[in-house]
C-alpha cells in the first residue's frame, strides 16, 4: 500500500531536548516536505527536498533542520525544541511538483 | 502563489450533490487548481487538480471556469464520510510547497 509514515505519532518533550520525527515514503517520490499546522494558521511548510542531498527551507524553518540521505526518508530534527514548536507535524511527498501530494498521518508534538 | 477565497462553511445534505466554490480572480496562467481536504484528525487528502480543463475523477469533479478565475468543487453525492475541511490551493510551478488557507468546513447532515 502507497504511504507516508511517521513516527512518534504523539510525543511529549521538555524544552532543549534533541529530538527526530521520522518520516518514509514508498512510493519512490522525489519531493518531499514537511508541514506544521497550528490554529488559525492552517497548514505552513517547514522545509523540502527535491531530491537525494538536496534540501531548502520553506515558509517557517526556523529551529528545524531536515536532511535527505535517501530517497525514501526525510527526517525533521528539532535540535533544542522550545514551547513554540508545539504544533501537529505533517510530512508528504509526490512525485512531481504539481501532482498528487500524499500526506502523513500527523505528529502531534508537545513542548514543555 | 495566487490566493484563494473559499466560504468558511457549507452545510448539505447526505445523498444530494454538494458544490464548493473558490475564488482565484488573480491566478497566473501556469498555475494549477488543486483541491485538498482534511477530515477530522488526519493528514490532507488529495481529491483533484486541475489546469484549464475540467476534470474528474472517482472522488469529485472540478470544473473550471472559462476566465479561470473561479472554480467548483463538486461531490456528486455526498456521504457522512465526506465531512472534512476542503482546501482550494493554487500551484505554480516553483518548487515551493501548498499554501493551505482556511479552507471550507463541509457538514454533511444525515
Known amino acids: 500500500e502507497a504511504q507516508v509514515t511517521q513516527n512518534p505519532r504523539y510525543l511529549i518533550t521538555v524544552t532543549g531536548k534533541k529530538l527526530t520525527v521520522t518520516c518514509s515514503q514508498n512510493m519512490n517520490h522525489e519531493y518531499m516536505s514537511w508541514y506544521r499546522q497550528d490554529p488559525g494558521l492552517g497548514l505552513r511548510q517547514i522545509y523540502y527536498?527535491?531530491?537525494?542531498?538536496?534540501?531548502d527551507k520553506g515558509d517557517v524553518p526556523e529551529g528545524y533542520k531536515v536532511s535527505r540521505k535517501e530517497k525514501r526518508n526525510f527526517p525533521l530534527i528539532l535540535e533544542s525544541p522550545s514551547p513554540n514548536q508545539t504544533s501537529l507535524y505533517f510530512c508528504?511527498?509526490?512525485?512531481?511538483?504539481?501532482?498528487?501530494?500524499?500526506f502523513g498521518q500527523g505528529t502531534r508534538l508537545t513542548v514543555v | 502563489d495566487a490566493k484563494t477565497t473559499q466560504p468558511n462553511s457549507m452545510e448539505s445534505n447526505e445523498e444530494e450533490p454538494v458544490h464548493l466554490p473558490c475564488n482565484h480572480s488573480?491566478?497566473?496562467?501556469?498555475?494549477?487548481i488543486h483541491w485538498y481536504r482534511q477530515l477530522p484528525s488526519q493528514g490532507p487528502e488529495y481529491v483533484i487538480h486541475g489546469l484549464t480543463s475540467n476534470v474528474n475523477n472517482r472522488m469529485a469533479s472540478l470544473a473550471i471556469a472559462e476566465d479561470r478565475k473561479s472554480s467548483t468543487l463538486i461531490l456528486h453525492r455526498a456521504t457522512l464520510r465526506d465531512a472534512a475541511v476542503y482546501y482550494c490551493i493554487l500551484k505554480g510551478g516553483g518548487a515551493d510547497g501548498l499554501t493551505f488557507g482556511k479552507g471550507t468546513h463541509l457538514i454533511i447532515q444525515p
Open positions: 488573480t491566478i497566473s496562467g501556469t498555475d494549477y
Open positions: 527536498s527535491m531530491n537525494v542531498e538536496v534540501t
Open positions: 508528504a511527498s509526490s512525485p512531481l511538483l504539481n501532482t498528487e501530494a500524499f
